[in-house]
């Protein structure tokens, strides 16, 4: 079963003035620097990204899931264009006091904070990044109270717990989850979701179908139905950006299926480590086992 979010990969214009942002606004700070490896790159479809550098940054405390600033974003990318990766959600101390402190930075305010639901324990808001990245900042006023049950973090900004995808086949992609790894699903429900509503010039009550995937660890995937006019994977030239990888744990034992991989990591006695897989609408996601895999399941 997938057990948690390990690290997200996402595309900058300018690396420097990213990472900047990054420490300045959310508290990240650096942890790694390096070159994107040509199998990963190849993996993803994405050899253009083959040797550019990046930088690895975490929340200052709490979980430790990374995201990872990777030099290559293009200026005509929108958020919710295409489908694949499309949010990170943090989970934040404070969104209203977070509102104030991103004011006048590279961080751009779009909707809230609003309650999400009636009995008000989801406080969020949402701000597009330096790199027009789209991030969900949520405060759990009762984290037992929710679905995933996160772990609280201590920091003001602390770790991605949901990352959101957008599919033109729901089911679809429903469906490969439950074929390999199993994972409770929430859904699909009809919920609005103001900023896809904003993107494709939708009324502002418009539903649209969501599903949420709960990993074993507090962490979760929310995959949402997109409108016809969201562009397909790869995002044409010039388009390029956001989120173009997610890393995920994964515990072998609970394994239903083995993925057919795009791209697999094997130890020196040829355990599988685990790969990076393409997931049907073409999203790719990096999957590592929590203990190498000595007898693969059949396909």
């Known amino acids: 079963m997938l057990k948690s979010i390990l690290m997200v990969w996402v595309l900058a214009q300018n690396l420097a003035a990213t990472q900047d942002a990054y420490q300045q606004y959310l508290g990240y700070r650096v942890v790694d620097k390096g070159y994107v490896e040509d199998t990963v790159a190849l993996a993803i479809e994405r050899p253009e990204l083959s040797g550019q550098p990046y930088v690895t940054l975490m929340p200052a405390a709490g979980p430790q899931v990374g995201i990872r600033l990777v030099n290559g974003a293009e200026p005509g990318y929108q958020a919710m264009r295409r489908i694949g990766w499309s949010a990170i959600e943090l989970l934040v101390e404070d969104p209203v006091e977070l509102k104030q402190k991103l004011s006048g930075s590279t961080f751009t305010h779009l909707?809230?904070?609003?309650?999400?639901?009636?009995?008000?324990?989801?406080?969020?808001?949402?701000?597009?990044?330096?790199?027009?990245?789209?991030?969900?900042?949520?405060?759990?006023?009762?984290?037992?109270?929710?679905?995933?049950?996160?772990?609280?973090?201590?920091?003001?900004?602390?770790?991605?717990?949901?990352?959101?995808?957008?599919?033109?086949?729901?089911?679809?992609?429903?469906?490969?989850?439950?074929?390999?790894?199993?994972?409770?699903?929430?859904?699909?429900?009809?919920?609005?979701i103001g900023v896809l509503s904003q993107a494709y010039g939708l009324p502002e009550d418009t539903e649209h179908a969501l599903a949420l995937l709960s990993m074993t660890d507090g962490y979760g995937i929310e995959i949402d139905q997109y409108p016809s006019g969201a562009s397909p994977m790869p995002a044409a030239v010039g388009e390029r950006g956001g989120v173009i990888l997610v890393s995920v744990s994964a515990d072998p034992e609970g394994l239903k299926r083995l993925p057919k991989w795009a791209s697999t990591f094997i130890d020196e006695q040829g355990a599988v480590l685990g790969g990076i897989v393409s997931l049907p609408s073409g999203t790719p996601l990096d999957i590592s086992f929590t203990e190498p895999l000595l007898l693969p399941p059949d396909n």
């Open 111 to 192: 909707q809230g904070p609003d309650y999400l639901t009636d009995q008000r324990n989801i406080l969020a808001m949402q701000v597009g990044g330096p790199n027009r990245e789209l991030f969900y900042l949520t405060h759990m006023v009762d984290p037992s109270q929710s679905i995933l049950q996160p772990q609280t973090s201590p920091a003001p900004v602390g770790h991605t717990f949901i990352m959101v995808m957008g599919s033109h086949d729901l089911s679809d992609s429903l469906a490969f989850f439950d074929r390999h790894f199993g994972n409770t699903v929430i859904g699909p429900l009809p919920y609005r």
